[in-house]
């Protein structure tokens, strides 16, 4: 059974930092590319970044380049993303995705496991 289960999420201030996190499991986690997606309420789903299984090649969206950091521990089968300088536009439900091989892919329906999502709140 592949279970992957986002945390760290919260409310912060319109500048402010915040890590989230995206423990795997039931999967050989060094196998899987790994994304972020994020997702406001009455808005489609959307890509942040996303990372190589080797964690040798990334992938921004142009919202969130120079801001956020896409990051993983094959070791601990953990893949997190770290948001500074944060903007009201970036409150969503954030969401890991896991796709067996290379590719980095930015569309949502290329991704077989996923979250349930951890929630971001930005005030202004």
């Known amino acids: 059974q592949v279970q992957l289960v986002e945390s760290g999420g919260g409310a912060v201030q319109a500048g402010g930092s915040l890590r989230v996190s995206c423990a795997a499991s039931g999967l050989l986690f060094s196998l899987y590319g790994m994304a972020w997606f994020r997702q406001a309420p009455g808005e489609e789903r959307e890509f942040v970044a996303a990372i190589s299984r080797d964690g040798g090649s990334t992938d921004y969206a142009d919202s969130v380049k120079g801001r956020f950091t896409i990051s993983r521990d094959n070791a601990k089968n953990t893949v997190y993303l770290q948001m500074n300088s944060l903007k009201a536009e970036d409150t969503a439900v954030y969401y890991c995705?896991?796709?067996?091989?290379?590719?980095?892919?930015?569309?949502?329906?290329?991704?077989?496991?996923w979250g349930q999502g951890t929630q971001v709140t930005v005030s202004s």
């Open positions: 995705a896991a796709l067996y091989g290379l590719t980095l892919p930015r569309t949502w329906t290329s991704y077989k496991y």
